[in-house]
């Protein structure tokens, strides 16, 4: 077993990275998402986009 964990460490170490960072733009979202702010416009120039209805209350 420490065998092959000694072999693997570097894959290991990269899945817990990539599950660590998936795990901190799911929690942003959240975040976003519970302050009422839209997870699809950042850039507050919606006055002509087809889609600011969905994305913004009215």
Not at 19 to 32: D, L, Q, R, T
Not at 39 to 49: I, L, P
Request: charged share 15%.
């Amino acid at each position: 077993m420490l065998q092959w964990l000694g072999e693997n460490i570097a894959t290991i170490v990269i899945c817990l990275v990539l599950i660590g960072v998936v795990a901190a733009i799911i929690a942003g979202m959240i975040k976003k998402k519970r302050a009422g702010k839209s997870m699809v416009c950042n850039c507050g120039c919606c006055k002509g986009c087809p889609m600011s209805g969905s994305c913004h209350d009215k």
